[in-house]
Nanobody, 121 residues
Framework: QVQLVESGGGLVQAGGSLRLSCVDS????????MNWYRQAPGKQRELVAA???????NYADSVKERFAISRDNAKNMVYLQMNNLKPEDTAVYYC???????????????WGQGTQVTVSS
């Protein structure tokens, strides 16, 4: 079973910064689109940012200009740098690896366990 391991959450004041990290140990990591999702209490899980294997990125409108997703394929790591944090960014953040195929071989997506980010006003 694939395991994604996240780290870097915590408590920060509004305007502060945090960096989340996620490791996916598979040798095919560079082929996988990686995402960060978040889920606030009482709300649906939402996509925050995505990065393809080649480094193309996409962001939710609510975090553009504040958050940056990146990856290091040599280390099997994906990061989410979060700047100018706001109380509404408070949520559990999840690392996600999308399902993918290489040739005729296809693999299921995977999720991390989640890491809490709390932004105080």
């Amino acid at each position: 079973q694939v395991q994604l391991v996240e780290s870097g959450g915590g408590l920060v004041q509004a305007g502060g910064s945090l960096r989340l990290s996620c490791v996916d140990s598979r040798s095919t990591f560079s082929a996988i689109t990686m995402n960060w999702y978040r889920q606030a209490p009482g709300k649906q899980r939402e996509l925050v940012a995505a990065v393809t294997g080649r480094g193309s990125t996409n962001y939710a409108d609510s975090v553009k200009e504040r958050f940056a997703i990146s990856r290091d394929n040599a280390k099997n790591m994906v990061y989410l740098q979060m700047n100018n944090l706001k109380p509404e960014d408070t949520a559990v953040y999840y690392c996600n690896a999308e399902s993918y195929c290489i040739g005729h071989d296809c693999y299921e997506g995977a999720w991390g366990q989640g890491t809490q980010v709390t932004v105080s006003s």
